[in-house]
């Protein structure tokens, strides 16, 4: 794993859009994973000006989205679908047919998940995987006690979820209970993980995430097991890591390292 310290949040979405800037630079036609919340909107953000100011190309581009509430429509100004769009697809050159994002008003919930996962597959796998974390320290909504081998599926939300995102709804009764969420066992075959985390509240999940053992109570510490994962982290999100000196060091050094 590769820990990355950035004193603000702008530094962090930067740094993150830089990574994925670079990866569309060396394959042009690159699957993209995306998360939403608020951690990600700053890289959207940033990924928005670079297409506007650098030219930054999305036309061969295709993404796959982490998750949706079920039962919301694509119009429901709280769905992840409505969420892409105005953050990021709307001012952006990628075309609509290479959007995925899982549905949260299929009538057969098996078999879309199967066809998301297909689809995934057929398009080459995943080559960058963008990843927010929550306060319970659960990747896309993969919540703790998720199997570390899970697939696309519907999982029921945990209570700290529904009222960490009661936020974006006027009570914490209008949150879905459930969410169609790729599973951990997805997520761990992109081949490149990048997770951004801000805030105090998120660093005592990181720390878990990063140091701890690798346990389904807290998903995101299934990345130790992934070849090439990055966190990419504000201060207050780092705060609880014990090697943070270390980590540090290894940033500082990194233009000499080998
Ligand atoms: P947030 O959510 O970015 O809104 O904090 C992250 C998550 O729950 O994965």
Same mark, same amino acid.
């Given at each position: 794993?590769?820990?990355?310290?950035?004193?603000?949040?702008?530094?962090?979405?930067?740094?993150?859009?830089?990574?994925?800037?670079?990866?569309?630079?060396?394959?042009?036609?690159?699957?993209?994973?995306?998360?939403?919340?608020?951690?990600? @909107?700053?890289? $959207?953000?940033? *990924?928005?000006?670079? !297409?506007?100011?650098?030219?930054?190309? %999305?036309?061969?581009?295709?993404? /796959?989205? @982490?998750?949706? $509430?079920?039962? *919301?429509?694509?119009? !429901?100004?709280?769905?992840?679908?409505? %969420?892409?769009?105005?953050?990021? /697809?709307?001012?952006?050159?990628?075309?609509?047919?290479?959007?995925?994002?899982?549905?949260?008003?299929?009538?057969?919930?098996?078999?879309?998940?199967?066809?998301?996962?297909?689809?995934?597959?057929?398009?080459?796998?995943?080559?960058?995987?963008?990843?927010?974390?929550?306060?319970?320290?659960?990747?896309?909504?993969?919540?703790?006690?998720?199997?570390?081998?899970?697939?696309?599926?519907?999982?029921?939300?945990?209570?700290?979820?529904?009222?960490?995102?009661?936020?974006?709804?006027?009570?914490?009764?209008?949150?879905?209970?459930?969410?169609?969420?790729?599973?951990?066992?997805?997520?761990?075959?992109?081949?490149?993980?990048?997770?951004?985390?801000?805030?105090?509240?998120?660093?005592?999940?990181?720390?878990?995430?990063?140091?701890?053992?690798?346990?389904?109570?807290?998903?995101?510490?299934?990345?130790?097991?992934?070849?090439?994962?990055?966190?990419?982290?504000?201060?207050?999100?780092?705060?609880?890591?014990?090697?943070?000196?270390?980590?540090?060091?290894?940033?500082?050094?990194?233009?000499?390292?080998?």
């Amino acid at each position: 794993m590769e820990i990355i310290v950035k004193d603000s949040v702008e530094e962090m979405s930067k740094a993150a859009a830089r990574m994925v800037a670079r990866t569309l630079n060396a394959k042009p036609n690159a699957v993209l994973g995306l998360a939403t919340g608020s951690t990600p @909107l700053g890289l $959207y953000k940033e *990924l928005v000006r670079m !297409h506007n100011d650098e030219g930054l190309d %999305f036309s061969q581009v295709t993404t /796959f989205n @982490l998750d949706e $509430y079920v039962g *919301l429509t694509q119009k !429901h100004t709280q769905s992840y679908h409505y %969420f892409m769009h105005e953050n990021l /697809f709307k001012h952006i050159n990628i075309p609509p047919q290479n959007v995925y994002i899982p549905s949260g008003t299929t009538d057969n919930y098996e078999s879309f998940c199967k066809w998301y996962e297909q689809r995934i597959v057929e398009c080459g796998g995943i080559d960058l995987q963008i990843l927010g974390i929550g306060s319970d320290g659960h990747i896309a909504f993969n919540e703790p006690s998720s199997s570390l081998g899970s697939r696309t599926r519907i999982k029921t939300l945990a209570k700290q979820t529904i009222d960490d995102n009661a936020r974006f709804f006027d009570s914490a009764e209008e949150v879905p209970i459930y969410a169609i969420t790729m599973g951990v066992g997805t997520i761990l075959e992109a081949h490149k993980i990048i997770l951004l985390a801000n805030g105090k509240n998120k660093a005592d999940a990181v720390a878990q995430s990063v140091e701890g053992p690798v346990t389904s109570l807290i998903t995101a510490s299934a990345l130790q097991l992934h070849r090439d994962t990055m966190f990419i982290l504000d201060r207050g999100a780092a705060s609880g890591l014990k090697m943070l000196d270390y980590y540090q060091w290894i940033q500082d050094k990194m233009p000499d390292a080998p």
